[in-house]
């Protein structure tokens, strides 16, 4: 199933926070408000590439919403993880 970027950016809106139907991907909202404008809007984890240690485990920052909606797209590992 392809990814839906409008039903990110809605949920987030709404709630603030997206998990994957499959329960490995996660985005949230950015806690820490950095000075400036520039800070991460987002941050993304991926549990299945944070215990392979390609990804941090406090997650990557993300600054806008097509950053979330690529990473939510490139973490979609499907079953076979």
Known sequence: MPFDDDLLERT???SGTYLSDDGQVTIRRSLVRSAGYSGA???GHC??????GRTPSTGEPL????AAAQF???????DVD
């Open 63 to 66: 600054f806008d919403m097509r």
């Open 47 to 52: 549990a299945v590439c944070s215990r392979a």
């Open 12 to 14: 987030l809106a709404f």
């Open 72 to 78: 939510a797209a490139a973490h979609d590992h499907g």
């Open 41 to 43: 809007r987002f941050v």
